[in-house]
C-alpha cells in the first residue's frame, strides 16, 4: 500500500444512499485504489438530528455489498464526527484566537442549514452581515446577554485557486462569492466547512474525491486547512447524476439503494454507473475489481448525467 495516498468515503447518515452518492463512493474508491492508497470510512454524523443510526449501517452495508472496500474507519473509534468534537473545539480556539471567527446572531433557520453541506446553487447566509461589523466590545455585551450566537467563519476577501484533479483550476474569492460560512451553530454543533476541513487535516487525507456541488466549498477548505497548518488534499470531483428535478438528493429518496438493491446484482449496478459517467461504452456489469484495471479520469465526464 501507498500510505503517501490517503483517501475517504465521507457519506452523511442521513437518508439511504442514491445512484449520485454511489456514483461518488465509486470513483473515490477507484481514485484512491489505482494509487494503491489507504481508503477511510469516515461517518459525517455532525447534525444529530438528521443522522440516524439506521442509515449509517446502511450505508457501510451498501459499500461491502459492492465490493467497495476500505482500510480504516467507522465504527472504529473516532471516525464519526459526532465524537471528534474535542478536535473541532481545538481548531476553533485557534481561529477565534486569530479572529477568524465572529458570533452571529442572524436568523436560526440559516443556522441549522449550515450544518449540512451546501446545494447547487444554495448562498451561505449573506455575505457579510452586520455581526461582522461589531467591534470586540459590542460582541462581548451581546455575548453577556444570553441569547447564543452562531459563529461565522471570517471567510478571506482574496482569490483562492483550487486545482481540481478532475475540472482543472478553479479560482473564488470565499468572501465575495459565497460569503461568511457558519462553522459553529448557536446550539454548540460545528458545522460542515469546519469538520470537513479539520477531519481531512487530522487524518493526513491526500485524495478528496466527491460530488461536483462540493466544488464551490473547496476554495474555504483548502484556506482553512492551510490557515490550521496543513496541506491541502488534492480535490477531483465528480459529476453529478440529475434528474427532472435537479440534482438527486437523500432527502427526496430518489433511486435509494435499498430499491436499487431489490433489482439488480452488485455487478449490474457498478456496470450501470461506469456507464453512466463514461467509464464503460455499454451498460453491462462489471465488478469494483474489474473496473480498476483500466480506470482513468480522462474518460469520466465533466458535464453532469441526467437520469429519468
Ligand atoms: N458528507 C458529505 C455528503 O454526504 C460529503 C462531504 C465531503 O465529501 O466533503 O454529501
Excluded at 452586520?130 to 460582541?139: G, H, I, K, V, Y
Aim: glycine content about 8%; hydrophobic content about 40%.
Amino acid at each position: 500500500m501507498n500510505t503517501s495516498v490517503v483517501g475517504r468515503f465521507a457519506p452523511s447518515p442521513s437518508g439511504y444512499m442514491h445512484m449520485g452518492n454511489l456514483l461518488a463512493m465509486l470513483l473515490a474508491w477507484l481514485d484512491c485504489r489505482s494509487l494503491g492508497g489507504e481508503l477511510i470510512f469516515r461517518l459525517e454524523d455532525l447534525d444529530p438530528a438528521r443522522s440516524k443510526p439506521v442509515y449509517s449501517e446502511a450505508l457501510a452495508a451498501d459499500l461491502h455489498w459492492l465490493g467497495l472496500d476500505w482500510d480504516r474507519g467507522w465504527p472504529e473509534e473516532d471516525y464519526a464526527q459526532s465524537k471528534r468534537t474535542a478536535l473541532y473545539e481545538e481548531a476553533f480556539a485557534l481561529l477565534r484566537e486569530r479572529g477568524l471567527v465572529y458570533p452571529c446572531w442572524c436568523s436560526r433557520s440559516e443556522r441549522l442549514a449550515a450544518a449540512s453541506a451546501p446545494q447547487p446553487g444554495e448562498a451561505e447566509h449573506d455575505r457579510r452581515c452586520r455581526c461582522a461589523r461589531l467591534s470586540l466590545d459590542e460582541q462581548a455585551t451581546r455575548l453577556q446577554s444570553g441569547r447564543p450566537p452562531a459563529w461565522k467563519l471570517r471567510c478571506p476577501d482574496a482569490q483562492i485557486a483550487v486545482e481540481d484533479g478532475h475540472y482543472g483550476r478553479f479560482i473564488q474569492n470565499p468572501a465575495r462569492e459565497v460569503g461568511d460560512c457558519i462553522v459553529r451553530r448557536a446550539d454548540g454543533v460545528f458545522a460542515y466547512q469546519l469538520a470537513v476541513s479539520v477531519d481531512d487535516l487530522r487524518m493526513g487525507v491526500t485524495r478528496v474525491v466527491r460530488g461536483r456541488d462540493l466544488l464551490a466549498s473547496a476554495p474555504r477548505q483548502k484556506w482553512l486547512i492551510e490557515t490550521l497548518g496543513g496541506t491541502a488534499p488534492v480535490y477531483c470531483h465528480a459529476p453529478l447524476l440529475i434528474d427532472g428535478g435537479g440534482k438527486l438528493s437523500k432527502r427526496l429518496g430518489s433511486l435509494s439503494t435499498q430499491a436499487l438493491r431489490a433489482e439488480l446484482s452488485p455487478e449490474a449496478l457498478l456496470g450501470r454507473l461506469a456507464f453512466l459517467c463514461g467509464l464503460r461504452e455499454r451498460d453491462e456489469p462489471a465488478s469494483a475489481r474489474e473496473l480498476l484495471a483500466d480506470f482513468s479520469w480522462d474518460r469520466v465526464k465533466t458535464e453532469d448525467i441526467r437520469i429519468e
